[in-house]
């Protein structure tokens, strides 16, 4: 039995989907974002700079945020 995946990672799937990229591509923009910027700003480029939709976009900076608090 597999565990359903939950929260931002939930995604990804999608994300690989309708961008065409891999999920890792958009982790890594996220964490160099994040090294300078906040949640939201990180969030509001990836959707102007590269066309996310904005749940994608939170989804992405969500996991990068959680990855650097480990």
């Known amino acids: 039995m597999t565990d359903k995946v939950k929260g931002p990672a939930s995604y ?5 989907k309708t961008y065409g ?3 890792d591509h958009w ?3 996220a964490r160099d974002g ?4 906040p949640h939201m700003a990180v969030v509001n480029a990836l ?21 650097g608090a480990k």
């Open 21 to 23: 990229k891999p999920v």
């Open 47 to 67: 959707k102007t700079e590269h066309g996310l939709g904005h749940g994608h976009a939170n989804a992405i900076v969500a996991h990068a945020k959680a990855e």
């Open 34 to 37: 994040l090294k300078d910027q």
């Open 12 to 16: 990804f799937p999608s994300i690989e």
């Open 27 to 29: 982790l890594a923009i």
